[in-house]
């Protein structure tokens, strides 16, 4: 299960992308996660997704 608090999910995210993922679609695919959901959640919270950095900020 993944946080549902935005700044947690923030975190948790990026760890995953740091440690264990190469793209966000990977993740998203692996993880079941709605990757469109995901990325509304945490642009409502002030941060995007870098491809070329593969991590939100």
Not at 1 to 9: E, G, K, S
Not at 24 to 37: A, F, R, T, V, W
Not at 46 to 52: L, P, V
């Amino acid at each position: 299960m993944i946080p549902t608090d935005p700044m947690m999910l923030f975190s948790f995210i990026n760890m995953k992308l740091r440690d264990q993922y190469p793209s966000l679609d990977e993740l998203c695919e692996d993880m079941g996660i709605d990757k469109d959901e995901l990325l509304v959640t945490l642009a409502n919270v002030g941060f995007e997704y870098s491809e070329e950095n593969n991590k939100f900020w």
